[in-house]
């Protein structure tokens, strides 16, 4: 014989279904040694085994196709294991974010569900320094935290003073297509020379009632569902974007450390 295994025998060596063997070859992350012309019967080589065996061990670990693919073409073990290792960092994330669910939904069937106390404020026009973006619901995270960082550094490098808290304005159509622009503010004394993609804004008077949220961001709905209750059975819904504002604990630049209000518009009394 020519020392080649059959598919069931390379099967059986490397815990691999015969089905997700044939896949792997249609999606190029696993060649056979030889495809008989006549009846398309695939054949291994011995030492095909280990490659194997570390697809099924890299899928175990649901780590995508293309990443496989990178991982077995890696030049070096240094570029294999960065590929492994920025895996595992997003499967701990995914982890840490089903326990917030978990925790999250624990509160919603156990606690009180009355207990943000929603007020009425009026907030005057003024001049901000804004960044706007076409945002979805997955990335919004990102984009904000990179859109204040930048606001942030402006103000550092330019001497100008905010003269109130960090804030974001987030469309209906953000919450009803989980896309739409959102717009990252800080409101300021003075408007400095612009860089970049950063704009200046004259932020306009409104009426707003607001709640106050200090607590798990997986569980802002409730303030939303709060604020939202309170508007509805008062009858003072307005159009225009609902308003997030953050309160700092400390330090302004701290962008993760902050109390969150939640504003939503309301035609004047």
Not at 84 to 107: C, D, G, K, W, Y
Request: charged fraction near 30%; include cysteine; glycine fraction near 8%.
């Amino acid at each position: 014989m020519d020392g080649l295994l059959s598919i069931g025998d390379f099967s059986r060596m490397t815990f691999l279904t015969v089905k997700a063997l044939r896949h792997y070859h249609d999606v190029g992350l696993l060649e056979p040694a030889r495809v008989d012309p006549q009846s398309g019967y695939r054949s291994y080589r011995p030492e095909q085994v280990a490659q194997a065996r570390l697809i099924r061990r890299l899928r175990d670990l649901d780590l995508p196709v293309d990443e496989v693919r990178v991982v077995l073409s890696a030049p070096d073990e240094e570029s294999r294991n960065a590929v492994i290792v920025a895996h595992l960092e997003r499967m701990s994330r995914q982890l840490r974010e089903t326990q917030e669910t978990v925790e999250s939904l624990r509160r919603m069937l156990s606690a009180d569900p009355g207990g943000l106390e929603v007020v009425q404020r009026d907030e005057p026009a003024g001049p901000a320094l804004a960044i706007r973006g076409q945002v979805d619901g997955d990335s919004v995270v990102t984009w904000w935290m990179e859109a204040f960082a930048e606001l942030h550094r402006l103000l550092r490098t330019s001497g100008v003073d905010r003269i109130g808290p960090d804030g974001a304005e987030f469309p209906t159509e953000f919450f009803t297509e989980s896309r739409a622009e959102v717009v990252a503010f800080v409101p300021v004394a003075a408007v400095p020379s612009l860089p970049g993609r950063v704009e200046a804004v004259q932020r306009p008077a409104g009426r707003f009632a607001v709640v106050t949220y200090d607590g798990p961001m997986v569980d802002l709905d409730g303030a939303y569902s709060a604020v939202g209750r309170s508007v509805t059975e008062q009858a003072l819904a307005a159009e225009g974007p609902i308003v997030e504002r953050y309160l700092p604990r400390g330090d302004e630049d701290d962008l993760i450390d902050h109390t969150t209000e939640v504003c939503w518009p309301i035609r004047p009394v």
